[in-house]
Nanobody
Framework: QLQLVESGGGLVQPGGSLKLSCAASAASTFTLEYHAVGWFRQAPGKEREAVSCVSSSGGSTNYADSVKGRFTISRDNAKNTVYLQMNSLKPEDTAVYYC?????????????????????WGQGTQVTVST
């Protein structure tokens, strides 16, 4: 069983940066190898939205239009971790950020942006952008 743990959230001023991490927990019996991994966020009173996704190989990435040019997703399979570097943060980026993973052994370049494509989810980490 794969369990995901997000970290790196916090309070930051507009224009600032944060780096989120999504790791397979020590209790996991599976690693993130062969998994596509996505980041999603949900603000109070709003629907959950896709932020970014990286394929299992790391060779393909997708981003929501709202974060293109500001956020960068990456993965380090040796560390069993996926990262979301967030720069030039805006108040509208405030949300709980979740990572999600899906085993995709036959699709090393598949990087889906639909929440329904993922079956394993983390507990979320709060990101607040405010003065």
């Amino acid at each position: 069983q794969l369990q995901l743990v997000e970290s790196g959230g916090g309070l930051v001023q507009p224009g600032g940066s944060l780096k989120l991490s999504c790791a397979a927990s020590a209790a996991s019996t599976f690693t993130l190898e062969y998994h596509a991994v996505g980041w999603f966020r949900q603000a109070p009173g709003k629907e959950r939205e896709a932020v970014s996704c990286v394929s299992s190989s790391g060779g393909s990435t997708n981003y929501a239009d709202s974060v293109k040019g500001r956020f960068t997703i990456s993965r380090d399979n040796a560390k069993n971790t996926v990262y979301l570097q967030m720069n030039s943060l805006k108040p509208e980026d405030t949300a709980v950020y979740y990572c999600a993973a899906e085993f995709w052994p036959d699709g090393p370049e598949v990087a889906p942006m639909a929440a329904g494509s993922f079956s394993t989810w983390g507990q979320g980490t709060q990101v607040t952008v405010s003065t």
